[in-house]
């Protein structure tokens, strides 16, 4: 088992009142325990503010538990000492839908991608730029966006930048949070077939967020459902004769239209 997510609950105390002193507490996260294996992707989906984007940040440390364990390669995250900490943060990478903000608007692509190598190989400048070009060529982009800045780049392509920054440190877990949202439908496919051939190629584990049902259908071979910060759902989407059981997963599945067959023919 790569990660494993043992009753986490998340709870965010917030301010009602302006002169008040009155708080509310929300329950983001609750109660919800999953797993997932190297060589699997699993998806993610759910309403807005159902609890998706508060659980990765818990699973890669971003932000503490209320409640719960997370063991990654059957470690508990919070147990770490500062040197299994950085060895986490290599192995642990999160990409988010907003591909602006995610990269430095002043700095150079080439540099954005030098500093996560910096940061964590030991190995010469020439090494470093023969990654990043492999990594480049993986994610069918040009030389020569590497000398512009982000604001230079479509969004299609700061994506695939995102996305190459996540890939240099050979991550085994990966979190996709709604990074396809944003993008045309070419570029969607594009970006699926990736995420698909890294987890075929390298056996990186994936937890796939998504509001897009065909997308996640496509490449997740186990897909949660999140309602109100609970897992309610996990459907075997390797078994064609699955019987879902929840009715919000029935009515996320009847708004949209899974089955039209033109809908992922550019796959
Ligand atoms: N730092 C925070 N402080 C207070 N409340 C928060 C915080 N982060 C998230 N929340 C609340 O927790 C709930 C879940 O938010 P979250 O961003 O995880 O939802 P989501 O499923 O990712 O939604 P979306 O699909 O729109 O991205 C929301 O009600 C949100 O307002
Ligand atoms: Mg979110």
């Not at 990269?103 to 991608?113: G, V």
């Amino acid at each position: 088992m790569l990660i494993e997510a043992r009753n986490l609950s998340k709870i965010y105390k917030t301010k009602l009142s302006l002169v008040k002193s009155k708080n509310e507490t929300i329950k983001a996260v609750n109660d919800v325990s999953f797993s997932i294996d190297s060589n699997q992707i699993v998806g993610l989906v759910g309403e807005s503010g159902c609890g998706k984007s508060t659980l990765s940040r818990l699973l890669i440390r971003l932000e503490k538990p209320t409640e719960g364990v997370i063991k990654f390669n059957g470690e508990d995250i919070w147990k770490y000492n500062r040197g299994s900490l950085k060895e986490f943060r290599k192995k642990s990478q999160i990409i988010f839908q907003d591909t602006l903000t995610s990269l430095n608007p002043n700095m150079k692509i080439l540099d954005s991608l030098m500093e996560p190598l910096d940061n964590h190989f030991n190995i010469s400048r020439r090494e470093k730029l023969i990654k990043i070009d492999d990594i480049i060529s993986f994610v069918n982009l040009e030389e020569e966006l590497l000398y512009k800045y982000p604001g230079a780049l479509s969004g299609g392509e700061r994506q695939r930048i995102n996305i190459c920054r996540a890939l240099l440190l050979n991550p085994q877990f990966l979190i996709c949070d709604e990074i396809i949202s944003s993008l045309d439908v070419c570029t969607q496919a594009c970006i699926l077939n990736l995420i698909k051939k890294l987890n075929d190629l390298e056996g990186t584990g994936i937890l796939f967020i998504s509001h897009d049902i065909s997308a996640v259908k496509y490449i997740c071979s186990k897909i949660l459902v999140m309602y109100r910060g609970s897992i309610v759902e996990v459907m075997d989407n390797t078994n064609e004769n699955y019987k879902i059981k929840h009715p919000y997963t029935k009515s996320l599945l009847n708004s949209v239209p899974i089955d039209n067959p033109n809908k992922r023919n550019i796959i």
